[in-house]
């Protein structure tokens, strides 16, 4: 993927999660160091593709009533950390969505969850293939590494990467 842009760009994994809130937090604070532009993105997959042929039609939903869906949470996701930010929702595996979209990043943050107490950490097959196969840096966040404070008023001059 080709960008045009003379900003550097971070891209976020955005899930509905807590561990993807806190990794759009910190790219936020590491973009406004770098002047990069941020690119939140969401891998979506549609759920009718994987349903059985004798589950209840009653209970599918389209692609596109799936995708808008998607679509929506992951704004009131991104919008409640960064409003000034349109996150990117693309139909696709996880990983390779976000590899796709990495390529010519300057980094690409990923949030991983709190283990249970006692219990070590753990990556994701997503976290491991970004980290084995990013064309760039891979920062892996968990939620107890960041502060649950409002971003700053000087974010609203972050902008997010051109839509493509």
């Known amino acids: 993927m080709t960008h045009n842009t003379t900003r550097p760009r971070i891209v976020v994994g955005v899930s509905h999660s807590p561990a993807a809130t806190a990794a759009l937090r910190w790219a936020l604070g590491e973009a406004g160091l770098r002047g990069a532009e941020i690119e939140p993105v969401h891998a979506w997959q549609w759920s009718g593709q994987h349903r059985a042929s004798y589950a209840p039609m009653g209970t599918w939903r389209s692609h596109d009533e799936e995708y808008a869906a998607a679509r929506e949470q992951t704004r009131r996701v991104v919008g409640h950390v960064a409003p000034c930010l349109e996150p990117i929702v693309t139909h696709g595996p996880p990983a390779q969505v976000l590899l796709t979209h990495c390529e010519g990043a300057e980094m690409l943050v990923l949030g991983i969850r709190n283990p ?7 990556a994701t ?20 590494s960041i502060a649950l404070r409002p971003v700053p008023a000087h974010a609203g001059g972050l902008t997010a990467a051109p839509a493509r």
């Not at 249970?116 to 950490?121: H, K």
């Open 116 to 122: 249970e107490p006692g219990t070590p950490v753990a």
């Open 125 to 144: 097959p997503v976290v491991v293939a970004c980290i084995m196969s990013a064309p760039c840096p891979v920062v892996v966040v968990s939620p107890r």
